[in-house]
């Protein structure tokens, strides 16, 4: 199926790898043009260069860090520089550490806002004059399935993820007259280094963790980033125009809820 991704521009975060990456190389696949972000250059930079070489399409890397409130005007303005226009932000990158709610002081209060409801708020304000400009686009943002089906231990990105999901059905409605989009994505268990690292977080052995959380998802196995990336490809494109507001898990079946 031709979704109609060729020669539109989008910016992907945390583009060098995991989830970000998959959607970078899945756009790209597309024929789409990108800038890609993330804080380590080097990852970053090979990242941008496979992804160029594989697909023929332009992948400009920018190293920031997405906590940074200068940073989100400079990512899109690399966009504007190299592309002259822009159609697509994919709000994506790291998330605050996990720990029980009584363990966090108002410093890592303040970074996870920081990181998963401001880096948005300021990403989207910075895009949207361009998103207009260009007469459609989409907003895609990667939260998680704990923002609806809470897990002990992942407090901080909870509380600012349920955040992110009122900002986004918010703004979903007030700017659809410009036909843009903007949706949530909520992964469930996905193969990527953050989710060695959640398996490795407590005293069990890894494999033992993976394969516990593994029978718990209805389809049997753990997530892939193409899994994720295949949705993110539909909803920014012309197939997906008209759905919107959405927030729409990708976990295998993981979810028990009728929602
Ligand atoms: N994997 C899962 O099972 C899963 C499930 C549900 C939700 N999620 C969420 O999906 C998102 C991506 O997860 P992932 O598994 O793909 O993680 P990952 O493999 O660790 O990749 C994270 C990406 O974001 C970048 N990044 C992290 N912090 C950043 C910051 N402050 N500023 C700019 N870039 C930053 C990283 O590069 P640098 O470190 O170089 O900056 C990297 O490119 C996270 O928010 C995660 O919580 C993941």
Request: hydrophobic share 45%; glycine share 12%.
């Amino acid at each position: 199926m031709e979704l109609g991704l060729k020669n539109k521009v989008a910016i992907v975060g945390g583009g060098s790898m995991g989830i970000g990456y998959g959607i970078a190389d899945r756009l790209a696949g597309e024929g789409a043009n990108l800038v890609i972000f993330a804080r380590r250059v080097p990852k970053l930079e090979a990242a941008a260069k496979t992804l160029s070489e594989k697909h023929g399409v332009k992948v400009i890397p920018v190293s920031a860090d997405i906590r940074d409130q200068d940073e989100s005007g400079r990512i899109v303005q690399t966009a504007i520089d190299q592309f002259g226009r822009l159609d697509i932000l994919v709000n994506n990158d790291g998330a605050p550490p996990l720990g029980s709610i009584e363990s966090f002081d108002d410093v890592a209060w303040q970074k996870a806002v920081e990181q998963n409801l401001f880096s948005v708020i300021r990403m989207v304000r910075s895009a949207l004059p361009h998103l207009k400009a260009a007469g459609s686009g989409s907003v895609l943002n990667i939260s998680a399935i704990s923002a609806i089906q809470p897990i002990a231990g992942f407090g901080l990105s909870v509380a600012t993820w349920a955040g992110l999901i009122g900002y986004a059905k918010t703004l979903s409605m007030e700017i659809a007259k410009y036909g843009i989009n903007v949706n949530t994505i909520c992964p469930g268990y996905i193969d990527t280094d953050r989710l060695q690292k959640v398996f490795a977080a407590g005293t069990e052995s890894p494999e033992s963790v993976r394969a516990k959380l593994t029978a718990e998802i209805p389809l049997g196995r753990i997530g892939s980033t193409a899994d994720i990336a295949n949705l993110v490809a539909l909803l920014v494109s012309p197939a997906g125009a008209y759905i919107t507001g959405c927030t729409i898990p990708v976990d295998g079946g993981l979810l028990r809820a009728l929602r």
